[in-house]
């Protein structure tokens, strides 16, 4: 089983989201500033500098649930081109798109054979490579697929906001701290209640991408 030792485990999931989140985040920024909005990039969010992405809930339930999420990036719709809808859309999509992308380019590695999982000690610790790697792929594609629920305030329901018309769509963006409330309700639940809404949602997906990229059936949870 992988990861069976869980203060390792704890720090290659940490090490993954930290690259995770920061390439999500920054990804968003760019697409923003591409399209006409500089806000994110005057406020330092374009950057691969973990610390100006991190946020303190998203980080506290990653470490108590697993799952967590950076500090959401400062766009102004109004001044996006293509408009709030569209341009929203774009800049929603960029985040799971740098998720997908970093999935991929890790996921090479292993499906190659090219690093094992046999630990090696580093400043007397033992690292392995391959959970590292797989620990990577394996929270990037969980970022991706999450933030693709089309669900206030995920990035899906950006995308779905392109489809949806006009009057729909600017009623929705009214009641997005209702959704933020829900989303959070959802998130305690499955820690604390058990609900497995979202882990039954998110979970076959990820392992059906997990398996098409590495070529493992088994996951960095030995499930």
């Known amino acids: 089983m992988l ?3 869980l203060g ?7 090490i993954a989201f930290l690259i995770g989140f920061t390439f999500h985040e920054a990804s968003h920024a760019l697409i923003a500033d591409r399209l006409g909005d500089p806000t994110a990039r005057l406020r330092g969010r374009l950057s691969l500098n973990p610390l100006r992405h991190m946020d303190r809930v998203g980080t506290l339930l990653l470490l108590v649930i697993g799952l967590g999420w950076g500090k959401p990036v400062p766009v102004d719709a109004l001044r996006l081109r293509y408009g709030p809808k569209v341009g929203m859309a774009l800049v929603g999509a960029a985040g799971p798109a740098a998720n997908l992308i970093l999935a991929v380019l890790f996921s090479l590695p292993l499906r190659l054979h090219w690093i094992a999982f046999r630990p ?4 007397g610790i033992p690292i392995s490579t391959g959970e590292l790697v797989a620990m990577i792929v394996w929270l990037n594609l969980a970022l991706a697929v999450f933030n693709l629920i089309p669900f206030g305030p995920l990035d899906g329901s950006r995308i779905v906001g392109a489809f949806l018309p006009d009057k729909l769509f600017f009623w929705l963006a009214r009641y997005e701290l209702v959704a933020l409330g829900i989303f959070l309700a959802l998130l305690v639940g499955e820690r604390f209640a058990g609900t497995g809404i979202l882990g039954n949602v998110l979970f076959p997906p990820v392992k059906l991408l997990w398996t098409g990229l590495t070529g493992f059936q088994f996951t960095p949870f030995g499930v």
């Open 3 to 5: 990861f069976a030792g």
């Open 8 to 14: 390792i485990a704890t720090l290659y999931l940490i």
């Open 120 to 123: 090696t000690r580093i400043a």
